[in-house]
Nanobody
Framework: VQLQASGGGLVQAGGSLRLSCTAS????????LGWFRRAPGKEREFVSA????????SYADSVKGRFTISRDNAKNTVYLQMNSLNPEDTAVYYC?????????????????WGQGTEVTVSS
């Protein structure tokens, strides 16, 4: 499975971006999917995840109420809608796929990772 993340860019504080991550090579309809990020000088951290059914979602406290994860199995794609962005959201965002389907909140269970897309929020 290859994951291709896109949608990053430069946005002003308070703005919005929608990240996409499209899989190729295999259908990911039974996979849990997640987003993680790594800010400059910081460790990678969990952002959001969604189960293979789409009925269970998880969010980091720092993004809860501002970010929304969703998936479109017909397009083999997971999305991260990011609203009310602030400079602390500046990071490289990575998507990941978990063959067990749960949508874990830690990186260990994920089997496949995308290359990352950079998000910069200016104040």
């Amino acid at each position: 499975v290859q994951l291709q993340a896109s949608g990053g860019g430069l946005v002003q504080a308070g703005g919005s971006l929608r990240l996409s991550c499209t899989a190729s090579g295999r259908t990911i309809s039974r996979y849990g999917l997640g987003w993680f990020r790594r800010a400059p000088g910081k460790e990678r951290e969990f952002v959001s995840a969604i189960s293979w059914t789409g009925t269970s979602t998880s969010y980091a406290d720092s993004v809860k109420g501002r970010f929304t994860i969703s998936r479109d199995n017909a397009k083999n794609t997971v999305y991260l809608q990011m609203n009310s962005l602030n400079p602390e959201d500046t990071a490289v965002y990575y998507c990941a796929a978990d063959v067990h389907g749960a949508g874990a909140t830690s990186p260990g269970p994920y089997d496949y990772w995308g290359q990352g897309t950079e998000v910069t929020v200016s104040s």
